[in-house]
């Protein structure tokens, strides 16, 4: 058995093999032929297919070999004359594994609409939209680890099921299996302690207070993972479940920091550009015209670095019309991180030092009493695609923080001890990957840049 994509690219004519796919469509011929284009989601391109009578199986199935059928069909390559392939196969033997009758099947040739699509998740990975966007996923997820391993940074495994609001925005999905509608008839507030954790635990918003541990023991780390944010935002950059990167670097500052997201992006995306060239070009035809020419205008260009400060300035002087009004000490809109990234400085750029009120309680302490040493860096189209800082080492500075933010030391004791024992500076960053897939494939609603996006009242599948 040989996948499509390894027959296209380097199987030649004479050669006798056997191939498994799903008709994408089909063609007769007033001479008794067929064409049959057959996908197997190996590559975005089809292999041809040509039945004749002579095709064993082909007489008797032939009304079953429809859009969507799944079919396993032996013969000899022949070099194709069609445009856009070099091989075809011409078919001795075919049989119909799993019909797909067309009164039903949901997936028909005709374009469908991403809403529609996401109506049936289960099924638009068929499609070539969708296989493409699997595709590059799975590249850049490569390339994730390709980038971080290169560098012995260690891939660490942080916790799903957490005790800690690492953000401290209390969106967090609990974790339960308390009879809560039995609770909630007869008690007002509910005891935790008899709860599975003994205690109120929850789905992790960020792999990031666990990465520390492992940076200030075994050195440079990163998690990949999924993470979970109870955001009520219906918006294309928002999901309640999706997938972070993050690495954590002891010895490490700000500045170094910023170079290390720069590196990592720009790393991720030539890999993504070399080794998925035929899907992203189809992105570029087909779902958004200056995808490939802003990708590679970002592997060619620094990011500009700009304090949070002088991007207030910035945006109050330009003479733009806000949705929202900039002010200093709010946090920033996309609307804002937009028109900076892609009409002031029309490339990613790195937004630092933000007012200490807007941002969590483990960021470095400035000493102008105001900032902190957080990072976004903002992307065109997206705007934020990742968020970072150094982190606050000085244990009584991080104690007065945690007081501020209405935390309660105690509950961090064993976060606190890693600034109690051998404390170091040190610095990491979050990049939320589903957003990434959103700036390398040009697809507009965050949704479709997952196989099964969790938003507000949609977990189906
Ligand atoms: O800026 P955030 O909240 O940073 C953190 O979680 C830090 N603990 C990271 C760190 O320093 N280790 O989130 C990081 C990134 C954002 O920049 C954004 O790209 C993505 O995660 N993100 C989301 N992506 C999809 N849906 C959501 N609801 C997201 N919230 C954040
Ligand atoms: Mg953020």
């Known amino acids: 058995m040989a996948r ?18 799903w008709v994408r469509t089909r063609r ?12 197997d989601g190996s590559c975005l391109g089809n292999l041809q297919i040509v039945v004749d009578q002579e095709t064993k199986g082909f007489a008797e199935s032939t009304k079953e ?12 390559l022949k070099e194709s004359p069609g445009k856009g392939q070099r091989v075809e196969l011409h078919a001795s033997e075919l049989k119909v594994l799993g019909t797909a009758d067309p009164e039903t099947f949901p997936l028909q040739k005709k374009r469908h609409s991403f809403e529609y699509l996401r109506e049936i998740a289960h099924l638009r990975p068929r499609s070539n939209t969708f296989s493409a966007i699997a595709r590059v996923r799975n590249a850049a997820s490569a390339a994730i680890h390709n980038f971080f391993q290169e560098r012995h940074f260690l891939y660490v495994h942080t916790p799903i099921i957490t005790t800690s609001d690492c953000e401290g925005a209390g969106q967090m999905f609990r974790v339960t299996t308390l009879d809560l509608a039995r609770l909630a008839g007869i008690q007002t507030e509910i005891d935790y302690s008899q709860d599975f954790f003994g205690k109120a635990a929850s789905l992790t918003v960020s792999g990031q207070l666990e990465a520390e541990i492992y940076a200030t023991s075994t050195g440079p780390c990163y998690t990949f993972g999924p993470t979970f944010r109870a955001e009520n935002s219906n918006t294309t950059r928002h999901l309640a479940e999706f997938w972070m990167v ?22 991720v995306i030539s890999h993504v550009l070399e080794t998925c060239a035929e899907d992203m070009e189809f ?9 490939l020419e802003t990708l590679q205008h970002i592997v060619d260009h620094d990011f500009e670095r700009v304090s949070y400060t002088d991007a207030i300035e910035i945006l109050t002087s330009s003479k733009k019309e806000w949705e929202f009004p900039v002010e200093w000490g709010h946090d920033l809109q996309s609307e804002h991180e937009r028109f900076l990234t892609e009409e002031h400085f029309k490339k990613p750029i790195i937004l630092f030092d933000y007012p200490r009120t807007i941002k969590p309680f483990y960021m ?26 150094q982190r606050e080492e000085r244990l009584d500075v991080l104690e007065a923080r945690m007081k501020e933010c209405d935390l309660d030391p105690e509950e961090y004791w064993w976060y606190l001890d890693l600034r109690r024992y051998g404390t170091v500076p040190h610095a ?13 494939t040009g697809m507009q609603n965050i949704r479709d840049c997952i196989p099964f996006p969790r938003t507000p009242k949609n977990a189906e599948f």
């Open 283 to 291: 992105f570029n035809q087909r779902i958004e015209k200056t995808v």
């Open 364 to 389: 470095r302490c400035n000493d102008d009493g105001k900032t902190v040493r957080a990072m976004d860096v903002l992307v065109p189209r997206i705007g934020e695609i990742i968020g970072g800082s």
């Open 246 to 267: 993050e690495p954590e670097i002891p010895f490490f500052d700000l500045n170094d920091n910023m170079q290390l997201a720069q590196d990592f992006i720009k790393h």
């Open 65 to 76: 070999i429809t859009t969507g059928a799944a079919l396993t069909i032996t013969g000899t």
């Open 4 to 21: 499509i994509k390894e027959v296209r690219d380097e199987r030649n004519p004479g050669e006798e093999l056997t191939v498994n796919g």
């Open 428 to 440: 990491g960053f979050g990049l939320g990957f589903e957003r990434l897939i959103q700036l390398l």
């Open 28 to 39: 007769d011929s007033k001479q008794g032929f067929a064409f049959i284009e057959l996908n």
